[in-house]
């Protein structure tokens, strides 16, 4: 019992670290502290990019398109037609993901099938004329969300800025273009 007091007494009179006080087990307050989420770029890339997304998506909804479908649209209004290999790599999307974009498109008049001339299993994929005449329209609103969002930014820094995310495409290997 006596050894108890003086072990109680000398606890109480010294001046011991936190981290020797009591039990010496780690506790929540020896930990260091994880860095604040505003810390981190991932975190204000996704929140401009949320941001930045879904503002544009919703411009599209009111033209009756999705994201994705904007993506193919824009991808065929680049080429004379895209084979559905083509359309699968630009999109990084299955298969039948693909094809389900496809049948979209066809059914809202946009896009269509063609045979190869050469095959009758072969099939590429082109724009109708209504989609020859939406995707500028389109471009209008991808133009008035960047600038929206960005148009505050001087040239040189909107310039850094799709220099930068440039690089991280290119030093991480990125392939796939966002589509949804």
Do not use: C
Not at 35 to 60: D, I, M
Request: aromatic share 6%; no cysteine.
């Amino acid at each position: 019992m006596r050894l108890v007091t003086v072990l109680t007494k000398v606890s109480l009179e010294t001046k011991l670290p936190t981290s020797f006080q009591g039990n010496h087990m780690k506790t929540k307050t020896s930990r260091p502290s994880p860095s604040p989420l505003e810390a981190h770029l991932g975190f204000w890339l996704r929140y401009v990019s949320n941001h930045v997304s879904t503002r544009f998506q919703q411009l599209l909804e009111a033209e009756g398109v999705t994201v994705t479908e904007w993506v193919a649209l824009r991808t065929l209004w680049a080429r004379d037609e895209a084979s559905h290999a083509e359309l699968i790599q630009t999109l990084g999307m299955t298969k039948g993901a693909a094809s389900k974009v496809v049948t979209r498109l066809e059914e809202k008049g946009l896009a269509q099938r063609q045979y190869a001339s050469e095959s009758t299993r072969d099939q590429s994929l082109v724009l109708t004329a209504s989609g020859r005449k939406l995707v500028p329209r389109l471009a209008g609103l991808a133009d008035a969300n960047d600038d929206h969002f960005f148009g505050h930014l001087d040239a040189q820094e909107r310039q850094a800025l799709m220099n930068a995310m440039q690089a991280l495409v290119q030093r991480h290997q990125l392939k796939n273009i966002p589509a949804a």
